[in-house]
């Protein structure tokens, strides 16, 4: 067996050994501690957390916190309490629950599973180089960044994703919080160096995480993401990640191509995808 194949068998063992916790995560009731998860993959914990890391871009209890957010946002629309709710998304405590609720889910649970119902959504339309462009804050920070041709249509998909919220018009202060994000589309190498609301699925989140490492000026294809992520036969679910990203730039999916190299398809249009690699390229 030559040094490459070694590599590669290693490589694929221990993308398995994290795929297995990553089962055991998910299907467990409560949450699984580390010494658990080692030992179903029989090495030190040290070292389970180490790879698993590495594969994942997230440590054990980071992945099952993201599983229990994405279990308890799937219940509480469809349970009937915000107490069943909990308990049937893993939380042994509802006091454990309440003091991650705002992180998990941008509002208070009671307001999530009414469809955002009492949420104050603040949100300013703009114009930039790209066009027409949403910037919506919740009180967790920023949770939309939108583009498009028509201002009133990204308003309208801002109240289709939040139909019983309250959205606020800008102030001066908000504008002022918009400009900046304009100016760091306008030039991405300035960094958003502002908080965010990032909401999504355990798998999601991870590959968000995998696109805000590809630096600016390079791409990657969605096999590469995958292979990344330790899921090589992901790449589709790569794609749908990418395209249920709700942030533009800041969340550079726009970064993403196929593997010839050519550009797919763009929540906020191809044409854009295309202008902002250019402009990043030079």
Same mark, same amino acid.
């Given at each position: 067996m030559t040094n490459q194949t070694k590599r590669i068998s290693t490589a694929n063992s221990l993308?398995?050994?994290?795929?297995?916790?990553?089962?055991?995560?998910a299907e467990a009731e409560t949450e699984p501690d580390l010494k658990t998860l080692a030992s179903a993959a029989r090495v030190s914990p040290w070292h389970f957390q180490r790879v698993f890391k590495s594969l994942t871009g997230l440590t054990p209890k980071a992945y099952a916190t993201a599983q229990r957010a994405q279990r308890v946002?799937?219940?509480?629309?469809?349970?009937g309490s915000v107490t069943a709710a909990i308990y049937k998304s893993g939380f042994n405590s509802s006091g454990r629950f309440y003091a991650a609720s705002d992180r998990m889910l941008g509002m208070k649970p009671a307001t999530f599973r009414a469809g955002g119902q009492g949420a104050a959504i603040r949100f300013a339309v703009g114009q930039c180089w790209?066009?027409?462009?949403?910037?919506?804050?919740s009180q967790i920070g920023i949770c939309s960044i939108a583009l498009g041709d028509d201002p009133d249509a990204l308003v309208r998909e801002l109240?289709?994703?939040?139909?019983? %919220?309250?959205?606020?018009?800008? $102030? *001066?202060?908000?504008?002022?919080?918009?400009?900046r994000v304009v100016a760091f589309v306008e030039r991405p190498g300035?960094?958003?160096?502002l908080p965010l609301d990032v909401q999504g699925t355990a798998f999601q989140e991870r590959v968000w995480r995998k696109l805000c490492e590809i630096p600016r000026g390079e791409t990657r294809s969605y096999s590469q993401i995958a292979r990344e992520l330790g899921e090589p036969r992901a790449m589709?679910?790569? %794609?749908?990640?990418?395209?249920? $990203? *709700?942030?533009?730039?800041?969340?550079?999916?726009?970064r993403v191509v196929r593997t010839d190299?050519?550009?797919?398809?763009?929540?906020?249009g191809v044409g854009r995808k295309a202008k902002l690699l250019r402009r990043e390229h030079k």
């Open positions: 993308a398995e050994t994290v795929a297995a916790a990553c089962r055991l995560i946002r799937r219940e509480l629309p469809r349970s790209l066009g027409s462009i949403l910037v919506a804050a109240q289709d994703q939040f139909p019983q %919220a309250e959205l606020i018009g800008g $102030n *001066r202060a908000f504008e002022k919080l918009v400009a300035l960094g958003l160096k589709r679910a790569v %794609a749908r990640a990418c395209a249920a $990203n *709700r942030l533009a730039v800041a969340i550079p999916c726009h190299g050519s550009l797919s398809g763009y929540r906020w």
